[in-house]
């Protein structure tokens, strides 16, 4: 008998002996009454199955017992069973990291004392382990497969005996609360450990001898969670499981109590921070550090900082997160207000207030305002999404962790990303699209089908919530990839197609439930629209595609990315011919692998879509009919802005980048070629380092809205007309009203909303006479020849409106404002707190 002091070291093999055929393993505390029969049951069976299973050892690992269970191992006389003895109870972890220390089988069999799993299912998992007859942990793939997925015909190292999988039967069960407690586990382990394994704490698992050895050397678990840190050992390794049903009963005397259940959740708690790669913490931190770089200048101190190219989405956004969170504490509807706009409203659903942000961000919209928490969503929100991808990178494409890195940035710090960065979090919070990416592709594997279906159903509702354009475009990203994967991979395409067909309409019968109130009162409820009108060709220029963009830190050429973009925030292309290039270069070495097909042609497609249904040749008046006409006049698509569709490019871009720096990172003996490829790719991507996107000192609110002295002239009811009315071109008056707590509501807005009898779509609210004249005014500063007419008009407006006051604040033009409002109401107005007030309310 051997105690703790004299035991094998973890790893080192004793050397009294040579090498067996099998080993056994059981960890004991307190078992004699319990661990007699069970000697008797395997030593009998091995005996009888010499044939099969050879020479053999069986190790008792006393783990601190204070009854006779080491007394009863010695009395057997038995030179195959052995004692190893520890001087104190620390937990079935230890005594199985002692017990496998000190084996010499080619095969390790562990089982627990009470033998609820009958010796007899040895023979299963030896096949199982011998001809790999079992369900691997994970399959090989037929979509996009894993690097670290162990190939289809990999002999397992491991078969474990499972209670829950198809064909296992169970004689005597557990307590109802123990097998609640044990399912719940299992799920959990399954999330955070070891994806895929059904049962991972039955204590009968067969292991390659070596492997086995290796992986309980490395672990550092005493309690029950063992089982979980070795099976991570080898999932993480890439290795093969098989796991097998079997046939169990549950056995009186379980040293498992209800609270070890917890001890198991500290455990693994304890390994998945231990787990993490510093590698992946590094990432997380550049990726974090790269999101505040980008938004250094509004960062510490939003209140007072305004992002310029942002044109008025900084004002429109930050009023989204504010009337969100002001619907929730006054329980309204959070899919309306009349806030602005009124008194028609706005139809919030249907101008992507990104409830699946603006909620959870309520409590601090509450206690800091709305350009702190929009400032802080789209900062956490871009350091999340570069996360996402890097692990939808790391799993799917490549292993090396720097090269997934590069990749990831790109994806999400590529130049469209930093021109919506400016003001658009629905296209930089895309966290949830390399998620969907991922559910999708385990549905091609035919991994969980019915599981899966259900949360890609539950990831797109989500989605739905966070922006629907960014989704809809995903999806157009992902149909490309599949059609040229299918091209390629023709196998797999045959395989993947029926299970990713019923997983799909697993999700759509899980997602539809969920947002088709959402969706029906963002097309048919009030100021809902049919369309939104982006002109005859929104598309990208092939030279935008070539060009750098406005914020690009060395290369960027304003001038020249504003003639090729709508505005600074929509510079959807603009990833530089130096990239393009590279890319090229990279399709054309790695040609062979089907991956980089399917990449580029994702990224060509996207690409040329982008291009809009007119594609005019540059430096020509030729213009030729572009494939996004098929697509512009169907229902969703017509109000896409299509040069978005470019965005598509990044993360496609990315993996390409990714491919071909694992690549040239694993050219130990060819220096020149790594060397040169490196610095190719330091050219390419050099060039679209972005600088930090610009801001300016934001203008004071005049006193009259930050001291509640609009009070005195809004009553119930009514509304508060600023002068002009707010509209997409100057939309401060947001600003102000939640600076007064948004207290009043305002007519005009900057939102989208319905025009005209057909209801089409428009930025803003529906144009009347007298906001007309108010607004070219302010633009020209020539106030028109105003009479009775005007006079008429502007008292129908002001009422439709239900005016009680109209307000002129200091701004370019104000002279002129001011001259039309007195002409309009017949008198002058007076200066209050910075603005110039005319009171509409009879006798004022």
Excluded at 422 to 446: Q, T, W
Aim: proline share 7%.
């Amino acid at each position: 008998m051997s105690t703790l002091d004299d035991a094998p070291l973890p790893g080192a093999a004793p050397d009294s002996a040579g090498p067996l055929d099998l080993s056994v393993v059981i960890p004991a505390y307190n078992e004699e009454h319990r661990l007699g029969p069970t000697l008797d049951a395997i030593t009998t069976y091995l005996e009888e199955s010499d044939d099969r299973f050879g020479e053999w050892e069986i190790i008792v690992t006393d783990d601190g017992s204070t009854d006779g269970t080491g007394a009863l191992v010695t009395a057997r006389e038995d030179p195959r069973i052995r004692l190893i003895s520890a001087n104190r109870n620390r937990g079935k972890g230890h005594a199985l990291r002692l017990g496998v220390a000190a084996t010499r089988g080619h095969r390790i069999l562990i089982t627990d004392a009470d033998l609820a799993t009958p010796i007899e299912e040895l023979d299963t998992l030896d096949k199982a382990l011998s001809e790999g007859t079992a369900a691997p942990l994970r399959g090989a793939g037929n979509c996009a497969p894993s690097p670290h997925e162990p190939a289809p015909d990999e002999q397992p190292i491991s078969a474990i005996a499972s209670r829950t999988i198809p064909g296992a039967t169970i004689g005597n069960r557990q307590h109802r609360i123990r097998e609640l407690l044990s399912r719940a586990g299992n799920l959990l382990i399954r999330r955070i450990a070891v994806p895929g394994i059904h049962d991972t704490q039955c204590g009968f698992k067969l292991f390659d001898g070596d492997h086995a050895r290796e992986a309980f050397a490395a672990s550092r678990l005493n309690g029950w969670g063992i089982d979980v840190e070795v099976l991570r050992h080898f999932h993480r390794a890439g290795l093969r499981i098989a796991e097998v049903p079997v046939h169990w009963s549950h056995q009186p005397g379980s040293k498992v109590r209800n609270l070890d259940y917890v001890r198991v959740l500290a455990e693994l708690t304890r390994l998945r921070v231990r787990s993490l790669r510093p590698a992946d913490l590094f990432a997380t931190l550049l990726f974090l550090l790269m999101a505040m770089a980008l938004y250094s200048g509004r960062l510490f101190d939003p209140a007072h900082r305004y992002l310029p190219d942002s044109l008025q989405d900084q004002n429109q956004w930050e009023w989204f997160f504010d009337v969100t969170a002001h619907n929730l504490v006054h329980l309204h509807n959070p899919l309306f207000s009349d806030l602005q706009g009124f008194p028609d409203g706005v139809n919030l659903m249907a101008n992507t207030v990104m409830l699946g942000l603006s909620v959870p961000f309520a409590p601090l919209t509450l206690l800091a305002g709305p350009a702190v928490s929009l400032s802080i969503a789209m900062t956490l929100g871009m350091a999340v999404t570069g996360l996402a991808w890097y692990w939808l990178i790391v799993k799917r494409v490549v292993a090396q962790r720097i090269a997934a890195f590069v990749g990831a940035a790109l994806a999400t710090f590529a130049p469209p990303m930093v021109s919506h960065a400016n003001a658009h979090p629905n296209f930089v919070v895309l966290f949830m699209i390399p998620l969907i990416i991922d559910r999708a592709l385990r549905l091609c594997e035919g991994e969980r089908v019915v599981r899966n279906g259900i949360v890609l159903g539950l990831m797109a509702a989500y989605q739905v919530f966070l922006g629907e354009e960014p989704l809809l475009l995903a999806m157009l990203g992902m149909v490309l990839f599949a059609s040229a994967y299918g091209v390629v991979r023709r196998d797999a395409a045959k395989a993947a197609w029926r299970p990713l067909l019923a997983g799909l309409a697993i999700a759509a019968a899980v997602c539809l439930p969920l947002v088709a109130g959402a969706l029906a009162w963002q097309f048919a409820g009030p100021q809902s629209y049919k369309s939104v009108l982006h002109g005859d060709n929104a598309g990208n220029s092939p030279l935008a595609l070539l060009s750098f963009a406005e914020r690009s830190l060395i290369a960027g050429n304003e001038i020249r990315a504003d003639s090729l973009s709508l505005n600074p925030t929509e510079q959807n292309a603009f990833y530089g011919w130096p990239l393009v290039l590279v890319a090229f270069a990279i399709v054309v070495r790695l040609w062979e692998d089907r991956l980089v097909k399917a990449l580029a042609f994702t990224a060509v497609g996207a690409a040329v879509l982008s291009l809009g249904p007119k594609i005019r040749v540059p430096m020509t008046d030729d213009v030729y009919p572009g494939p996004w006409a098929l697509l512009a006049k169907l229902p969703l698509f017509e109000s896409v802005i299509e040069g978005r569709v470019a965005m598509v490019c990044a993360p496609a871009l990315g993996m390409l980048l990714a491919l071909a720096l694992q690549r040239l990172m694993a050219m130990k003996t060819r220096l020149g070629t790594q060397y040169v490829g490196l610095l190719g790719l330091c050219l390419a991507l050099i060039p679209l380092i972005p600088a930090p996107l610009r801001t300016v000192e934001r203008p004071a609110t005049p006193a009259f809205f930050t001291d509640g002295t609009w009070k005195s002239y809004v009553r119930e009811g009514e509304s508060l007309v600023t002068v002009p009315l707010p509209d997409p071109g100057n939309a401060e008056a947001l600003h102000w009203q939640q600076q007064a707590g948004l207290g009043f509501k305002l007519p005009g807005g900057y939102f989208n909303g319905p025009y005209g009898p057909d209801r089409i779509g428009i930025y803003g609210a529906s144009p009347r006479y007298t906001s007309n004249m108010l607004r070219d005014v302010r633009y020209t500063g020539l106030v028109p020849t105003i009479g009775k007419n005007w006079r008429a008009q502007a008292k129908r407006d002001f009422a439709f409106w239900k005016a009680g006051a109209l307000v002129v604040a200091p701004q370019s033009h104000d002279d002129a404002l001011r001259k039309a409002v007195t002409e309009l109401v017949g008198r002058d107005g007076k200066w209050v707190d910075g603005v110039w007030v005319w009171d509409l309310h009879k006798g004022s």
